[in-house]
């Protein structure tokens, strides 16, 4: 399309798909890479308790809190995790364009991880801080193997995460707004009290908190 | 791939046998979306389960067809099935562009549940860009069909009583005048992918497109849920029928928030 200043620029469908993609077929070396690419991006979910890291039999867990992103995981260091009450049990080992981690438990605020928490007073409550961000052909295979490791019956799971003000929809301007504000979305089947208004459309949550 | 909402004694989950399945293709101007998004607003259609897959960028968000604060609070993801069991119609709405190299795997899945489920056709709503017509389609309606050859034996018919206009094939190579003539609907998504394997596998398709680009695309997304309700008579078509469509709440704010008073 041919836009203000004269020149001709390809405007992004929101189709979604690449036309060029689409019309190619895969050569055998397309789909070895493809393939390599894809064994590239596996995720590792490694618990520490079993040896060679392992989990084998399902975690018993009643409680799953997830933090994703780096705010939300700043805020379990600052306020909730300790290394009295707290034990690591967990670390998930990814890599993609943004980022990679690494499977040791040791690691700095301004690194990229994905640790996993056990309360030692209560080994059924989990925490998840996950800093690093899980690319969108990654979000469902971290879902299974997390989630895959363990007993979901009478489990509450809880997903802390933050978005850009700027992103929040509504009628006034986003500049007037009162923030930080809080906001939830609840599955049916919480039926406790939710301690903040719920999102109202038109606004949604995307990536790993929406997987 | 499709998992039912619990609806108390239903164990087998719903029945689809013999209903008309109506979806979106992720396209140009989202115009299909936009479209289906109408159908189940203004017929106030039921949800009956979701698409549970790994092809498709997770999103999740409150009801978007809410109309009252009791109902706001349902949750809504990515590809949810609603049905009217009363007009035989089982609506899919798609909400998030496909995760790459993953929508041939999705059309397969797809068209295996609608061989395993029975539904008696697909209709697809698509659009394709405008900018790509040649000279005689700049002409005329920008609406167009396509029939698979096991529906277009059942209803090719009425078509032509509609007047309605199948879309053209192209050549192959532009510029050289021998050439094959194919099927080209860029900006389709997976349109031309599921309309030939439907074709190959015997599936009763339709595809009812519209041709347009990215801006506003409520006034297309109208046009063509008029087009197929030219067909289907999902509702009377009064004198105005843009007016008997309802718009979801979800469409607020489409182009974004309110303006910042500090600006003037």
Same mark, same amino acid.
Request: charged content about 5%; cysteine-free.
């Given at each position: 399309m041919a836009t203000f200043f004269g020149e001709v620029v390809v405007a992004p469908s929101r189709a979604g798909l690449d036309e060029e993609e689409e019309a190619r077929e895969e050569t055998p070396e397309d789909r070895e890479i493809r393939r390599e690419i894809e064994k590239k991006r596996e995720i590792d979910v490694l618990w520490t308790w079993q040896a060679g890291g392992r989990a084998q039999e399902p975690l018993v867990c009643s409680r799953f809190i997830v933090a994703i992103g780096r705010n939300a995981a700043a805020f379990l260091s600052s306020f909730i995790l300790d290394s009295v009450c707290w034990e690591v049990v967990g670390v998930v080992k990814l890599w993609n364009e943004w980022c990679r981690t690494s499977s %040791? %438990?040791?690691?700095?605020?301004t690194d990229s991880f994905c640790l996993f928490y056990r309360l030692i007073s209560d080994p059924t409550v989990l925490l998840c801080q996950c800093s690093c961000y899980v690319a969108e052909d990654q979000q469902f295979q971290w879902l299974e193997k997390v989630f895959g490791s363990m007993q979901k019956k009478g489990l509450q799971v809880t997903i802390l995460s933050t978005c850009p003000v700027a992103d929040y929809k509504t009628q006034e301007s986003t500049l007037t707004l009162a923030s930080p504000f809080l906001k939830a979305l609840k599955t049916k089947e919480f039926q406790e009290q939710v301690c903040c208004p719920l999102l109202e459309q038109p606004n949604i949550v995307r990536d790993l908190p929406a997987a | 791939m499709f998992i039912p909402c619990d609806r108390g004694g239903d164990s087998a989950g719903p029945d689809f046998k013999g209903f008309t399945l109506l979806m979106p293709a992720v396209s140009v101007g989202n115009v299909g979306q936009l479209a289906i998004d109408l159908v189940i607003s203004t017929l106030d259609m039921t949800k009956v389960g979701y698409f549970y897959t790994d092809c498709l960028v997770p999103m999740v968000g409150n009801n978007p067809y809410a109309t009252a604060e009791e109902n706001s609070t349902e949750l809504s993801i990515n590809a949810e099935v609603y049905s009217l069991p009363s007009k035989k119609l089982v609506v899919l709405q798609i909400r998030s562009p496909f995760i790459k190299n993953k929508y041939r795997l999705f059309c397969e899945t797809l068209l295996s549940w609608v061989k395993s489920s029975k539904c008696a056709r697909v209709v697809l709503l698509s659009s394709s860009h405008a900018y790509q017509r040649d000279d005689e389609q700049l002409?005329?309606?920008?609406l167009r069909y396509l029939l698979t050859p096991d529906l277009e034996k059942a209803v090719g018919g009425r078509m032509k009583e509609l007047n309605w206009k199948e879309m053209e094939k192209v050549a192959a190579y532009p510029g050289i005048s021998d050439t094959d003539k194919v099927l080209h609907i860029p900006g389709g998504g997976i349109t031309k992918l599921l309309f030939t394997e439907s074709c190959s596998e015997g599936i009763q398709m339709a595809v009812l497109l519209k041709f347009c680009s990215e801006g506003d695309n409520i006034p297309d997304a109208l046009v063509l849920v008029n087009y197929l309700n030219e067909w289907l008579q999902l509702i009377k078509s009064e004198v105005n029928p843009s007016s008997q469509w309802k718009i979801p709440?979800?469409?607020?704010l489409l182009f974004g928030n309110g303006l910042p008073p500090a600006l003037f």
């Open positions: %040791t %438990t040791n690691v700095l605020p | 002409l005329g309606t920008p709440s979800s469409w607020r």
